[in-house]
């Protein structure tokens, strides 16, 4: 055994085995480097998705439909109406005469929004008795409806400063909003923990899946199974660039969100990103998980849309809020990792809380990454069998 | 066991539920010996190739490589084979170099002996100038061996190739097969499969598969002459067909 016992007795004494770890994942990195079209999708994907999601959310609209309920019928409410209507902004497309045609016109989807002028509205605003203008808005699409809510808002500010004049009284009109259908505008401001949800997603877990489904396809994962590689190298070698680069993406779109759109950030930063690891990891397990079940890139690209991205973006509360969608898909919701990540992002950054108030979803994804993890490796190893 | 010898199998056997593809082998190959392992599609060929370098647990049944034990001493097996599969195995979208470089790495190859081996492949290839080109972009028959010399990279005890010259013309098999001379003549065993047959007759000794056994071992020669035929077409095609 001359031959061959020199050789393994040299290399199980000096095992670089870290070397070997940064050897396939600089080869990692050549691939993804060689192939412009992977460079575009981890960074052009994440910018034009914010992009469009932040714009088209917070844009400029015109001719908005809305309804008028003129409790008052008095000189002030007509030039109220009027001043709304001068904007261009909204059009009022009906006159309603009570609470239930207001419910009724909101079903059709006809108006999204309702203004309610209250009784005696010119009588108490000379007065200075502050009367109170109800603003009713459809928010099952939360964006809209409370960029129309604003609107009003200001439009009746500038109304109430036209008519005070010079005089120094402090006349005040009363503007109390409601949200229809989804009283907690829960995806106001949601876009970007959305946006962050579904591209780490759609970065970590597609492209681990494609990667090492092309290693099967092309036939070089026979290579690296023959060769010493232990298959814990091999996962992680193939993951660890997709975390360096999935990371910086999220930090990308963060800062999109805080500089371009203004999303705020109230909470803590590092945990904000501790937490943004942690759901990577979730997607990357379930990314190697799918592609132990794919032998091909086609499949693999096939699983990853059908069984990541498309719930993402639709059932995690992303496009649609929970609250509003039918019991089933509310169940289904759960099982949803970027459910608990929006969750978290949310508390984060829009109510600043701590770890106090977001353990409980923390703790689902890190159960999640576990379950992902164990089932893939049970399936790594029989192909490896 | 003698050092003379690269592998030994007994009664390997591997079933797939009810079906079993490869049943009760016995082979013996010397160190530094050309072993040609032929059959037919389907007959048992892949399967047996895939238990011998690990990547597939036999069913039953003894097998001892470089001196390891197949279901005890896999991690030291895979040190000592080199494996060059059908599909062709570099990675298109890596030079030359990049792949010769990452072979060596997942080997445990210092940086100097990696600057080494791929300056010694790209002088016996003729590659030099092409060394920083990407491997997708060469002619299959520069492919090729290119992959027989990468997985020669951290000097294997023995070689599996699993038809490695698929889809090439003779002219350029015969070069491939140069190559594989000398890595023998180095002590290098080679294990290879193919169903050209003129690539049999290249071999020191073959074996021919049908169904899952082997039916006939032996040098081309020596079985041309039980065959009672001048080529090892017909040998080929008089077992098959007997069976």
Known sequence: MKFSLNWSALISKSYPMFKIFVAFVKKEFYHILRDRRTLVILFG?????VLIFGYTVTNEFKGASIAIFDRAHDELSQEYILHLQASGHFEIVDNTYSYEEIEESFKSGEVKMT??????????????????LQLLADASEPNYASTLIN????????FQLEKMGNQQRPFQIGIESRMIYNPRLESAYNFIPGVVALILMLISAMMTSLTIAREK???????????????????LGKVTPYIILSFLNAVMVLAMGYFVFDVPIYGNVILLLILCILYLSTALALGVLISTRSQTQQAAMMGSLFSLLMPTM????FLFPISSMPR???IISNVIPATYFIEILKGVMLKGVGMSVIWFPSMILLLMTLFFLAIAWKNFNVISK | MKTTTAIEIKDLTKKF?????????NLKVSK??????LGANGAGKTTAIRMLTGLSMPSSGEANIAGFDVYKQRESIKENIGYMSQKFSLYGDLSIRQNIRFYGGIYGLSRKEIRAKTEQILEELQLEEYADKVVEELPLGWKQRLAFAVSNVHDPAIVFLDEPTGGVDPVTRRQFWEMIYESAAKGVTIFVTTHYMDEAEYCDRICIMVAGKIEALGTPQELKQRFDTDNMDEVFLKLVRTN
């Open chain 2, 17 to 25: 539920g009810d079906f079993t593809a490869v049943n009760a082998i």
């Open chain 1, 151 to 158: 609107y009003a808002s200001q439009m009746t500010r500038q």
């Open chain 1, 45 to 49: 994907i994440p910018i034009a998705l």
């Open chain 1, 328 to 330: 089933l898909l509310q």
């Open chain 1, 314 to 317: 639709l059932l995690s509360g």
């Open chain 1, 217 to 235: 396809e092309l036939g070089t994962m026979d290579l690296l199974l023959v060769s010493p590689l232990p298959p814990l190298i091999i996962i």
């Open chain 2, 32 to 37: 530094g010996e050309i072993f040609g392992f």
């Open chain 1, 115 to 132: 203004v309610v002028i209250p009784p005696d509205f010119g009588k108490d605003f000379y007065r200075g008795e502050n009367p109170k």
